[in-house]
């Protein structure tokens, strides 16, 4: 190993969890990754301590302008107790791309691997073994310079923390309600919608918090100028299948770069079906539907890997997909990329890295 971070264990562990009942970010693990930037060291001083509360000034960069970024990826327990990732050099990748945006230094991609690893290494008894279940990785950065001028700041933080999470549908896959949204915008060319930051989050709620009220699951998103084209779905890549063939937006600034939308489509063309990333409009999609030819709709993401979407409504008109029923390929989908992941099969890409 090229890293070495030393380790400071956690006097007080904390009992596990119930692997039955466990929701979504709620319970974290007993240890942490934290290392540190300024000017004159660069990144350094990785190391693992037990988790527990930061202590800043309150005014902390991080507070005021959002300078900051995160990931999201899952540790796995196989069948045979080994605890593996999936692509995490792909997160590694997309983090120097975030930071890039937003004026955070550059961190070195092996070394955020191998201190993924380390971290999970040390709380491996946390990755629960339940169906479904696995332990979620949220490695995030902060602006910690204590200054209110708008500059971007001089040090940093770097954190991983963990959290086991449950099966995303505990009753079984149930497909989503889904509101297309033409009002508000999550992304603009030229702005930060490829980059996982948290502001496009905070932008993101309101319309999210509408949609529930209104009763669907998520929103869709249209882009920031003509209101047409498909964007994404909440947060999470959308894809159609219309007539034999998926299609997805193309990543030309405004969709974030899915790890799990990048494997879908290896999928596809592995198994040989037709895909393209492309513009398309809503409107595409309604044609599509009213010549019955709309096959399936499903979003991509790590948490619930695919999520298929059962109804969507733009301007009060609803459609129902694949009669509310998640689709053959979104199934398939969805079998071999948790299949891939817990060990069930063969790895034969390369996506596999073990802790
Ligand atoms: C993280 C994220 C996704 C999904 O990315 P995965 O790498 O597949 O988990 C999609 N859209 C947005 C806006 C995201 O933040």
Not at 221 to 248: C, H, K, M, P
Not at 269 to 276: D, F, Y
Request: hydrophobic share 40%.
């Amino acid at each position: 190993m090229k890293y070495n971070f030393p380790v400071t264990r956690t006097d007080n562990p904390k009992p596990k969890p119930d692997p039955q009942n466990l929701v979504f970010g709620t319970q974290f693990t007993d240890h942490m990754f934290v290392m540190s930037y300024n000017p004159d060291q660069g990144w350094h001083g990785g190391k693992i301590l037990p988790y527990g509360p930061i202590i800043l000034d309150p005014s902390t960069a991080i507070f005021h302008y959002a300078q900051g970024m995160f990931e999201g990826l899952k540790a796995y327990r196989t069948a045979v107790g080994k605890v593996q990732l999936f692509r995490p050099e792909k997160n590694a990748r997309r983090t120097t791309v975030t930071n890039e945006r937003v004026c955070i230094p550059a961190l070195d991609e092996d070394l955020i691997v191998e201190a993924i690893k380390a971290v999970v290494d040390v709380d491996r008894e946390w990755v629960p073994d339940a169906e479904g279940t696995s332990l979620y990785i949220r490695p995030f950065i902060i602006a910690t310079e204590p200054y209110l001028g708008v500059r971007p700041s001089s040090t940093f933080k770097f954190y991983i923390i963990l959290s086991p999470v449950g099966p995303y549908y505990p009753g079984g896959i149930k497909p989503t309600k889904i509101l297309v949204e033409d009002q508000y915008v999550r992304a603009m060319v030229g702005g930060t919608g490829f980059a996982k930051v948290g502001g496009n989050y905070a932008a993101s709620l309101k319309a999210q918090e509408e949609a529930i009220k209104k009763g669907y699951t998520q929103v869709l998103w249209l882009d920031g100028i003509e209101r047409q084209y498909v964007e994404e779905i909440g947060t999470s890549n959308a894809f159609f299948v219309i007539n034999g063939e998926v299609i997805t937006p193309p990543l030309t600034g405004t969709i974030l770069p899915g790890i799990t939308r990048d494997s879908v489509l290896h999928l596809l063309r592995h198994w040989g079906i037709k895909t393209t990333e492309k513009k398309f409009k809503i409107e595409e999609v309604y044609d599509a539907h009213a010549a019955g030819k709309l096959e399936e709709v499903f979003a991509t993401g790590t948490a619930a890997v695919i999520s298929p979407v059962g109804e969507l409504c733009w301007k009060d008109r609803a459609i129902t997909i694949n009669n509310n029923e998640i689709g053959e390929l979104s199934h398939r989908l969805y079998d071999e990329l948790t299949a891939i992941q817990y060990g069930r099969v063969k790895d034969e890409f390369g996506w596999i890295v073990e802790v």
